[in-house]
Every structure is written in structure tokens, then in C-alpha cells.
Nanobody
Framework: VQLDESGGGLVQVGGSLRLSCLLS????????KGWFRQAPGRGREFVAA????????QYADSVKGRFTISGDITKKTVYLLLSSLKPEDTAVYYC?????????????????????WGQGTQVTVSS
């Protein structure tokens, strides 16, 4: 499966962005999806995840109430809406996916649970 991200950019504090991740090559509904981020000098950090079924979501405490993950099976795309952005949200954001046809209602928050990764998209929040 190939993951293609888009939607990053430069935004002011308090602003919003929507990241998109197109999954191509396999049935969208058999893949658990997640978003991670990596700031300079820091490790990769979990941001949000959605189950293969789309029925369950999970967020990191640092983004809960500000970010929203969702999926569109017709467009084979998973989205991450970033709102009320803060300077500490500045990072490269990565989309991830893994084949989970027998665990379609489980969300995964560990990077090692995912085999497929996008190339990353930069989000910069200016103060």
C-alpha cells in the first residue's frame, strides 16, 4: 500500500490545517490508520489513530479536543484536522497504516504497530 500525504504548511498560532493521506493499492477498510509527528531533535510521537472500521478513534493527550481524525472510504483518504494550533505542534506529520482485517475495531498508538508510512508533511506554527 502507498500513502501520499498533503496539506501541511505555515499557519499562525490559533489557526487550522487539514492534512490528507491517500491510501492506494489495497482495500481502505481493512487498514488501521494513524498519524504521528516528529519535531526537530525529538522522537516520533503518536498523535491520533482510527480503527479499520472507522468506528473507534484515539488521541494523544496533547492534541485531544484540538485535532480530529476521520476517514472517507470512497476517497480512500484519512484526514487529520488540526485546530487551535500552538507553536509546539510544529513538526513533520506522518500518516501510517497497517493491514488489520481481523482487528477492525482496534486502534493502535504505537509506531511499531504500523508497517506502511507516508513521506511526511511539514506543519509550522508561527507565533
Amino acid at each position: 500500500v502507498q500513502l501520499d500525504e498533503s496539506g501541511g504548511g505555515l499557519v499562525q498560532v490559533g489557526g487550522s490545517l487539514r492534512l490528507s493521506c491517500l491510501l492506494s493499492g489495497r482495500p481502505f477498510s481493512n487498514y488501521a490508520k494513524g498519524w504521528f509527528r516528529q519535531a526537530p531533535g525529538r522522537g516520533r510521537e503518536f498523535v491520533a489513530a482510527i480503527s479499520a472500521s472507522g468506528d473507534r478513534v484515539q488521541y494523544a493527550d496533547s492534541v485531544k479536543g484540538r485535532f480530529t481524525i476521520s476517514g472517507d472510504i470512497t476517497k480512500k483518504t484519512v484526514y487529520l484536522l488540526l485546530s487551535s494550533l500552538k507553536p509546539e505542534d510544529t513538526a513533520v506529520y506522518y500518516c501510517a497504516a497497517d493491514f488489520k482485517p481481523f482487528h477492525r475495531n482496534t486502534v493502535y498508538s504505537r509506531a511499531e504497530d504500523y508497517d506502511y508510512w507516508g513521506q511526511g508533511t511539514q506543519v509550522t506554527v508561527s507565533s
